[in-house]
């Protein structure tokens, strides 16, 4: 169930050069919160409910490899390190810290005693980060999924409106799967050490992924649930910190910007993730990826999104964004934006076709900020 969204900031200015990535990412491969698929689960699974796995370790410190390949091996950042060029921050949630350990230590060269070279994590306390963890606990703001379940009050909203919709959703094809082991089924199912029972693997591959999903976005605000409270106490700060970061490199007079780490990494939740991808427009094809049931993130690879704004003549915008060419600039210029889809580790970046439509940095400022927020909503 990895999932990450990637955005990076190309800026021109006699030739395409890069200026920044923001990456936005889910941890690796966790337990379920609570319950075992198994009997042999709890063992093999076993720094317990809700942690990182053992898998979820080799998937992040693999993702941090494709990424020293494409960022780090290429020159556009140091391979010995430099604080002033990357910065990353997570959630304190343990999975988060840990996935972020992992992809980090996958990024540059070892020390001359061979030992890795891990950049600070910055992280905040779990009840205080805004940015990061989904505020999911207010009762306000969940009007839409009582109504939707006629539910009798928004206190516990969260668990009564995942045990209602097993009970008026639960797939047919899981008919024979206990509905509050879904959780298990779908986490433990690319763990190559457990042997999930027929029934368990053919719920897991499909079904139960597309209902997680369906609640996941219902946590979120997003999509069919949107809900402009819930969206905003989700990801409306880091929408803003994300917006923020491409005016700040765009408007830079110099390269590299002075200030402004050219990689930012942000260790996050799934709830996070799809928010962040309604926000910025792309969460139709996230759900395509997210609930394909032979597609490679079902196995716990990690998918995402890339968003590449150029700065290109402005004369010749409309037609070269349809071609596709990139354009040296001479006198003025009009940053452009492209977002690209990753999905699995060793998969290329997939073009969304964002640019169909306008896709200026000044056209995906204007999508976005009407949701972004400059602090926390508090609970009424």
């Not at 997570?90 to 972020?100: F, Q």
């Not at 991808?277 to 394909?292: A, K, M």
């Amino acid at each position: 169930m990895n999932s990450l969204f990637l955005i990076s900031l190309i800026g021109v200015v006699a030739t395409d050069e890069l200026l920044s990535v923001n990456i936005v990412i889910r941890h690796g491969d966790r337990s379920a919160t609570s319950g075992w698929a198994t009997p042999n689960s709890s063992t093999i699974l076993f720094r317990g409910p809700g942690e990182l796995t053992d898998a979820g370790i080799d998937n992040a410190w693999a993702q941090g490899k494709d990424f020293k390949e494409r960022y780090v091996q290429t020159g556009f950042i140091d391979k010995r390190f430099l604080p002033s060029e990357v910065y990353v921050r997570s959630s304190s949630v343990n999975r988060c810290l840990m996935s972020a350990a992992s992809f980090s230590n996958a990024l540059f060269r070892k020390s001359a005693k061979d030992h890795a070279v891990v950049p600070p994590i910055y992280t905040k306390d779990v009840d205080d980060d805004g940015l990061l963890v989904p505020l999911l606990t207010c009762q306000d703001g969940w009007e839409d999924v009582v109504a939707r379940f006629n539910l009798s009050s928004t206190v516990d909203v969260q668990k009564t409106a995942l045990v209602a919709m097993m009970m008026t959703e639960w797939p047919s094809a899981c008919s024979t799967v206990n509905p509050g082991l879904i959780d298990a089924i779908v986490s433990e199912l690319p763990n190559k050490l457990i042997t999930l029972p027929a029934n368990y693997k053919a719920c897991a591959e499909g079904p139960a992924k597309e209902f997680m999903y369906k609640y996941i976005e219902l946590l979120a605000g997003a999509g069919d649930h949107y809900n402009e409270k819930r969206i905003k106490r989700v990801a409306g700060l880091l929408t803003t910190e994300l917006l923020a970061n491409f005016a700040a490199v765009s408007n830079c007079a110099t390269t590299p910007c002075p200030g402004q780490p050219k990689l930012r990494i942000y260790y996050t939740h799934e709830v996070n993730v799809l928010a962040i991808s309604h926000i910025f427009g792309v969460l139709d094809r996230f759900n395509e990826d997210y609930c394909n049931p032979t597609h490679q993130s079902i196995s716990g690879s990690h998918s995402g999104l890339l968003v590449r704004p150029r700065l290109r003549d402005s004369s010749q915008r409309q037609r070269n964004l349809r071609q596709g060419k990139f354009i040296l600039m001479i006198r003025w210029f009009t940053c452009i934006v492209q977002i690209f889809q990753k999905n699995g580790q060793k998969a290329d970046f997939v073009d969304t076709n964002n640019c169909a439509s306008d896709c200026s940095l000044a056209a995906v400022t204007s999508v976005a900020s009407p949701l972004a927020i400059t602090s926390q909503i508090q609970c009424a």
